[in-house]
């Protein structure tokens, strides 16, 4: 049974940390006197905290935080924290980016009132959504009565009840602006380090509270204030229930708040608890008599995690909280909290939190180790058959983001649906950690012209982006704009639309000497609605008709690519070394697919280009000379559509980055030197069926395999203009050249065909080079296939064995062979301006506004030389 899908959700959902609390801020950052780093397993203190370091926690820590900090295995907690020192002191911001991958929202228990924590929304820059607060009763209360500083005799009667009404004046004033503050999203209890939490169900007698009141300040003369009197505790708790059950009922739509839950510590604590009130089990009435209020149990209620989920499996409104265990326990201690919590308690009443506080490592510790019993307790139910897999991806899914979302009222998106354009948090983070140098992030785009476009931004200003403070518009006219930045006619300096990042492009940019700099494609939209796909976006157009043949025919599109390169040698200016006049060939002795004294040459080139795409995961499948001079194909591996382009032109960018390295120019120019092969990007394209529970990859049934080809057929004419998107590209529509011919046909392993059928629904699509936008070029071969599902389109093109353009007039009608292949830009740009039915499926504005960039794009070219144009264009492609 293969549980990669289910696996990866667990490694990388996005979480909601609903029960975390401040990190110390730089200056105490390092400060293990007063803040002991041994803190983040334990919660000892004092001599007690000194036999953490022989716990089974703090080992495992110890190699795993080695591992963060890129220690050498066996590494020693000593090691440890001199190397956190290190980073601390190198960037500390870095430091807590790392500790924060896949952290989505922070819900902050913020008033520790350590003065030495940083504030709850200075948060917010490391994570893609904003932080919120969780405000704590106690800490409100005792600021209240710091504030009342009562003098003189408690023995009058009036004095007394003006004390007690001023308190509870004061405490329900500061409750009620909490409650109405929107970055408030719940509150705390810590009643069961206080007095615990059998809190009473009925309010004491005023007399009793004042007396409370006045145990408190007499104690606070020899120590701080603090609340820690049962009546006066039970009534802040029971003050807090009843003004949130009002805040759920309110007198008018007006007053209206999202839902606020109290959170209240149970269980594993520090020596300032009572391990016996510490159960849950204490608060069954309290919960019964305020069914309107939602109670969270926080910490797993550890050793009482049974107690508490049987509360939360009985009663609709309480939540059990599987954080603080994590990594204050064994692993096995760990796994055996989440099987108990799931012995009775429904995956929608789960939530995650970290309670990280003071050191980033909390959460990073926290969150690793949570995935990691995840992965085991969940695998195994689904192994055992308690659960599908798709019940389990639903578990965990809602445990590690959706059931905070829902409770909270937080309305946030989960991030990891990239090609909606969303910011997933975890790949950012995860990609800023493993990465620690990165310093700037390109955003990339490709016009109609294939050129590509970016806007470049420092690290921080990026973050930004991705938590959606700012956006990035870029005029409207780029649809409409050529090489040379020269605008069509048509075009307008009105109106814009906005970048939107695909992390799942994000990558380094590689073979640039000095630069601290990655690169990730981009999706455009609307302005109006930046969630709106702009019409005229390439990638989306790509994106949606995959969607639409995958979702109608219950068809998977595969595509990959065949990158054939130039290399060529610059001739430079004797005089001055930055002029190039042309270009020659780097090697002279080479023919296809032989290794030649001058090819061997080239291996260390080649070599380097092969092993600098797998270093950064593109799995070159094969390589070899092809038959210009200088002439070498990498196969690249299958992916769906929108991915295998994405790898294809970043596959082009380091084999040009390479090649500079090298002082080498590699063009994908498609003649770039007269009289040799040309060069081309031979797409494969194959569709499988995913309506077979035995098969989900089976080939399609016949009836759709040959409607996709015969939609291809029929409107191959005009797909051409976008994957011959140039005249230069047209030098290579002749026959001779095995680059599909003259005529508009298919065959088996013909060569000499434009379509190449490889095997059943597998084809090669040979009209089609480098000039070309490749997610345009690609968008209209699925979109003529679609076109095919669409109309049930008979195939009237038989198998051609043979190059056409060598067939006799009537063998070539006994086959269906009718049409001629376009011989120049223009005329594929008739054919397709008379192409109805791909105008609809790629967008009519989309097809004009191409149009016009094209003939734009052809009147500048036509008005160089051909040597200049040639040059122009290998100088650019």
Known sequence: MDFSSLQNIIRTHPVIDNHVHNILGLEKACDYQNYPFEQIISEAH?????N???????????RQLAELYKLPAGSSWNDVKAARDEWVKRDYKELIRACLVGTHCLLLDDLLTDKDVEPYDWHDQFTPARSRRIVRIEVLAEQVLASLQPVGSWESPQRRQNLWQSFQTGFESRLQQAIQDPAVVGFKSVICYRTGLDVQPDDEDVEVLVNAMRE???EAE?????????PLNDWVVRATLDMLKAAKRPASAANVVPNKPLQLHTGLGDNDIDLVKANPAWLQALIRNYPEVDFVLLHSAYPYTRQAGYLASVYPNVYLDLGEVYPMVSRDAQEQILRESFDLVPTSRLLW????HFFPETLYLANLQFREALDLVTVEYVRKGDWTDSQARRAVADILFHNSNRLYDLNETVTTAVPTGDYPSASLSRFTHDNPDIKHIHMQFYDYTGTLRVRAFPLVEFFKLARQERRQGICDCLQLMIQNDHIAPEGSTTGQFYLVGDLNTLHRNVSIPGSK??????????EEDASASLPGCPRSLLQNITSQIKDKYKLDVTCGFEVEVVFLRPIIDQDDNTIVHGYTPCVRNHSWSQMTCQTRWMLPLLEKVVDTLMDNGIAVQQYHAESAQGQFEFVLPPDSPLAAVDTLLRARQIITNVAEQHNLRATLHPRPLPGQAGTAAHAHISITSTDSAEAPRAPPPTDLEESFLAGLMEHYP????FTLSQDASYDRVQSGLWAGSEWVTWGTQNREAPVRRISTAHWEIKSMDGLANMYLAMSACLAAGLIGLNKKLKLRVKECLHDAAKLSTKERQDLGITK????????????????????????????????CVKREERAMLNEMSESTRRRWLIERY
């Open 46 to 50: 004092d001599d007690a905290l000194n």
């Open 52 to 62: 953490a370091t022989a716990t089974l926690p703090l080992h495992r820590a110890t």
């Open 216 to 218: 408190i300040y007499q």
């Open 222 to 230: 020899s120590t701080r204030l603090r609340l820690q009197r049962k």
């Open 353 to 356: 939190s970290t309670d990280g």
């Open 517 to 526: 700099s990655a690169s990730l494609m981009t999706f455009w939209r609307k």
């Open 718 to 721: 005009a797909v051409m203009a």
């Open 820 to 851: 001629k292949l376009p011989r120049s830009l223009e005329e594929s740009l008739n054919k397709l301006k008379g192409d109805a039915d791909l105008h609809k499926i790629l967008g009519v504005k989309l097809v004009n506004n191409y149009m």
